[in-house]
């Protein structure tokens, strides 16, 4: 089969990997000047610092068969994401831990102790949290709440807590103890030469031709037996039922000599400062030495059509026009949507592999049995 992959990000690397090694002719249409998608990685060229160009990016999983799939691919360095954030002058650990806790209340409590005074201070009023304020009120209380969650998801989302649901908030973010690394996953790291050169070992086949700086035009599947569209799903549909809403993000870029803030990713919880966090790329690599330094500081704010879209939004509204375009989608042969873009989802790196390697099997299987393939293997909605 001729098959052809819109967009070169992990989704289209990993389905058209898997596609050519079953003996599949794969060719890739990518817009931009590069590969790898938003998880693109380049070298600054004054300072040497790895740059992580769309935002900071850390591998983690604990799916044993994904982890194994990147390092076929290059090789991983450990890092764990220890963040702080500034708040109200003083700078705390992230995720809430027992230290955040003893600085922030000037105690210096043992875990159960902790538990004990963390739950006298929730509103445990709130029988069943509806918003995302509902639910910090009810896990953590007034004061937590406000200084590490309020003013930082009001500049992340642009409008107030209450207006967000409580599943953003899933589950108790606070540790009673000292554990201060940001994920809880099994396997962490950071690929050594960066995601774009892990992206280019996956592209890295004879069966695998990208072109660059090549936008897909409907025209183009006609030389092929089926289309994979890791593009935005409503953009492939004209935005006919109009533009599903993103945030999207702007990085002011500065650079340093020496170390500008002794760590990665340094939040702002407090809403009078503008911006998110501050990120401190040669920290992503710790491993390397560089005298400069590359940081970002980070905006957030509504998405409109020629800026890149990065976090979808997914509320009432959204998941509406969302299930008119999942509608047009099902009712059109030959292409399948995946990634991020193609099914408006907030996927990390590691569910977007997995979710790549099940399509591309799918794929496979309803190719051989006959079957048509469908729009989508994970659904949206
Ligand atoms: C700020 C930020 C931080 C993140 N941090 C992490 C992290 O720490 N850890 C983690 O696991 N994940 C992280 N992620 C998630 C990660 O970026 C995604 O999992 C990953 O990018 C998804 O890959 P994809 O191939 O689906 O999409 P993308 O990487 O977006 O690739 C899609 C590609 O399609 C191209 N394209 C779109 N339309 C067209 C068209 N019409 N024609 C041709 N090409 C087109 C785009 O240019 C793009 O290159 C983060 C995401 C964001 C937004």
């Known amino acids: 089969m001729n098959v052809l992959m819109v967009g070169a990000g992990f989704s289209s690397a990993v389905i058209g990997r898997e596609l050519a090694e079953a003996g599949h002719a794969v060719t890739i249409v990518e817009q931009r000047d590069h590969i790898a998608g938003n998880c693109h990685t380049e070298r600054d060229p004054d300072t040497g610092v790895m740059v992580h160009v769309y935002g900071p990016h850390i591998f983690h999983t604990d799916d044993r068969e994904v982890w194994e799939y990147v390092q076929r691919f290059s090789t991983f360095k450990p890092y764990e994401n220890r963040v702080k954030s500034t708040v109200g002058g003083s700078v705390y650990s992230l995720p809430i831990n027992l230290h955040t806790i003893n600085q922030f209340f000037g105690k210096t409590l043992r875990p159960e102790e902790a538990r004990a005074f963390i739950e006298a201070q929730a509103a445990t009023h709130i029988d069943d949290p509806q918003t995302f304020e509902e639910q910090g009120l009810r896990f953590v ?146 491993w390397e030495q560089h005298d400069g330094s590359v940081c970002y500081k980070e905006y957030s704010r509504a998405c409109g059509p020629d800026d890149i879209p990065y976090y979808p939004i997914r509320l009432v509204d959204e998941k509406a026009m969302l299930a008119r375009y999942v509608e047009k989608a099902e009712s059109t042969a030959g292409v399948t949507f995946v990634g991020r873009l193609g099914t408006y989802r907030y996927l990390d790196m590691d569910v977007t592999i997995r979710e790549a390697l099940d399509a591309a099997r799918g794929f496979l299987e309803h190719r051989r049995d006959g079957e048509p393939v469908p729009a989508f293997f994970k659904a949206p909605l």
């Open 141 to 286: 209380g007034p004061e937590l709440y406000q200084a590490f969650f309020h003013g930082y998801t009001t500049k992340q989302w642009g409008c107030h807590p209450s207006a967000l649901p409580a599943s953003i908030l899933k589950r108790l973010p606070v540790r009673f103890n000292y554990n201060d690394n940001y994920f809880f996953h099994r396997f962490q790291g950071m690929p050594e030469h960066g995601y774009t050169a892990l992206v280019e070992g996956i592209l890295d086949h004879p069966g695998i031709r990208v072109h660059l700086e090549t936008p897909f035009e409907a025209a183009m599947a006609r030389d092929y037996d089926h289309v994979f569209y890791s593009g935005p799903l409503d953009g492939y549909f004209d935005y006919s039922e109009g533009r599903l809403g993103y945030r999207t993000l702007d990085f002011e870029r500065f650079t340093h000599h020496g170390d500008y803030q002794g760590c990665a990713v340094m939040n702002y919880g407090d809403e009078s400062v503008p911006y998110t966090r501050i990120t401190e790329h040669k920290h992503f690599s710790p």
